[in-house]
Nanobody
Framework: QVHLVESGGGSVQAGGSLSLSCVAS????????VGWFRQAPGKEREGVAA??????TSYADSVQGRFTISQVNANTLYLQMNNLKPEDSAMYYC?????????????????????WGQGTQVTVSS
């Protein structure tokens, strides 16, 4: 079992920046593929960014060049979000996947996340 706690969300104006953090506890594997996904009201869940045990990263086209995912150690994940746009507004979730999985295109892991947190809200005003 893995428990995830996200933090760092908030409200900013377009063009601003936010940094999200995710701390994991429980059975942590440094080989897991982990990442962030988001969901806005009335919209489907969308992969944002992912990173795997080999350090490979993947981003959604909509955030490429603006967001950066990093994993400082096996249990701490970050998402630096720059040049935020109103369409980035959503609940952001940290996801933790299975060991030995890899990223795939679109900010996802090649298998669905096994665990996720409660989410942190990001609101970007124009």
């Amino acid at each position: 079992q893995v428990h995830l706690v996200e933090s760092g969300g908030g409200s900013v104006q377009a063009g601003g920046s936010l940094s999200l953090s995710c701390v994991a506890s429980g059975y942590i594997s440094s080989t897991s593929c982990v990442g962030w996904f988001r969901q806005a009201p009335g919209k489907e869940r969308e992969g944002v960014a992912a990173i795997d045990g080999g350090g490979r990263t993947s981003y959604a086209d909509s955030v490429q060049g603006r967001f950066t995912i990093s994993q400082v150690n096996a249990n701490t994940l970050y998402l630096q979000m720059n040049n935020l746009k109103p369409e980035d507004s959503a609940m952001y979730y940290c996801g933790w996947g299975f060991p030995f999985q890899r990223v795939k295109a679109g900010g996802n892991c090649n298998e669905d996340f096994r665990y996720w947190g409660q989410g942190t809200q990001v609101t970007v005003s124009s």
